[in-house]
């Protein structure tokens, strides 16, 4: 049986469940993967702010004031590209306050490394809580590359949204970044040759950008 790292949480509800089973089916066309990847992005984003602080505030609704609870702060939303992006139009409907920036790393299986080709971050990223989106954690390289670039800026909390993930990406995660958590739907055991999960979508970018 499969050890669960500590520092997964593992969303299992029927809805996203039920959307999963098409995201993995090989015949699930372009147009339908990337509302498949949107639609799944705003309910993992409730779910993974569940515990967000919030604070009390007085409004005028039309019969008469109430007392509602509101955030107390909005979390930076970071893209790990490509497949990143895929997941940011749901996180932001979901969040629509929420600043955005963007970081390009890739595993290159012949420096046997990561490369970072991007950055663009926001300015008042010091001490912001970041959400990190990628809708698949394989290797675990190119996530592990990113929270340590995040935290050379002096970020604070640092919350893992993705879809799919490995035991061995996420167990080389919490070793790289012990504070880190990851929501997610489900691990999956191996990686194929490619460093993909098996069973697993494919490459995500190729079939969300329908570039295969």
């Not at 950055?119 to 809580?129: K, V, W």
């Amino acid at each position: 049986m499969m050890n669960i790292p500590t520092n997964f949480h593992a969303i299992d509800h029927p809805l996203l469940m039920q959307k999963l089973r098409y995201l993995m089916d090989s015949q699930t066309n372009a147009p339908e993967f990337r509302r498949l990847i949107r639609e799944m992005s705003i309910l993992l984003t409730y779910e993974a702010l569940r515990d967000w602080e919030t604070e009390e505030l007085e409004i005028s609704t039309p019969t008469g004031p109430a007392t509602v609870r509101t955030l107390t702060n909005h979390p930076i939303v970071i893209s790990i590209l490509r497949a990143g992006n895929g997941m940011v139009d749901g996180v932001i409907e979901a969040l629509p306050l929420a600043p955005v920036g963007h970081i390009g790393i890739y595993r290159d299986r012949n420096l046997d490394s990561t490369v970072e080709y991007f950055l663009r971050l926001p300015e008042d990223i010091q001490g912001a809580s970041v959400l990190l989106v990628d809708p698949i954690i394989a290797t675990g390289d190119t996530m592990c590359a990113s929270v340590s670039r995040l935290r050379k800026f002096g970020v604070g909390e640092i919350r893992v949204l993705t879809i799919l993930a490995s035991a061995t990406g996420l167990n080389k995660l919490s070793a790289t970044d012990g504070n880190v958590s990851v929501w997610g739907l489900r691990l999956e055991e191996s990686l194929d040759e490619r460093g993909h999960l098996t069973p697993g979508p494919g490459d995500v970018s190729n079939r969300y950008f329908n570039a295969n």
